[in-house]
């Protein structure tokens, strides 16, 4: 049963992430659906006491964001090189505006790996520290204020449901992304 349940949610995730992409993109499945997984796994491990989330670090997720939107952009650039460069400047321009809008959406292409990476560490980061903070009010407030700290964790609790809520969503975001930028290009 419990491997029909992975199968099954494999299978979910796969054509969740494969759904706009065309035929062509479909060779990243594998790769997309492992770096879900990885990173849910990753995600909901960091979420119990005393361990260590590496996605909440900077370097861990630029050193993923960067190499696959790399890898997304060459494919583009090999296999369809005019439409990849078509999308730096958009149809209808006027022709004074060509130069600044070809910087302007170069600039935003070579923003995307670090808009990838910052994203999912600074959604981590900032669950992280919430939870840190409520637990450590909860438990200075016990003593003095029990009531007042029951409800503190009261809210706690509802802190760490919207935080496995935010890790799976975040992993699901990056991955999707991804998949976006593969379909463009």
Known sequence: RLSTIQLWFTHLITKQLMTPLNK?????????????????????????????????????????ALPLWLATLLTGLRNQPSASLGHLLPEGTPTPLIPALIMIETTSLLIRPLALGVRLTANLTAGHLLIQLISTATIALLPMM????????????????????????????????????????
Not at 45 to 58: E, M, N, R, S, V
Not at 148 to 172: G, H
């Open 146 to 185: 029990p009531s007042i700290s029951a409800l503190t964790a009261l809210i706690l609790f509802l802190l760490t449901i919207l935080e496995v809520a935010v890790a799976m969503i975040q992993a699901y975001v990056f991955v999707l992304l991804l998949s976006l930028y593969l379909q463009e290009n």
């Open 24 to 64: 062509a993109g479909h060779k990243w499945a594998l790769l997309l659906t492992s770096l879900i997984l990885m990173l849910l796994s990753i995600n909901l491990l960091g979420l119990l006491p005393y361990t260590f989330t590496p996605t909440t670090q900077l370097s861990m997720n630029m050193a993923l």
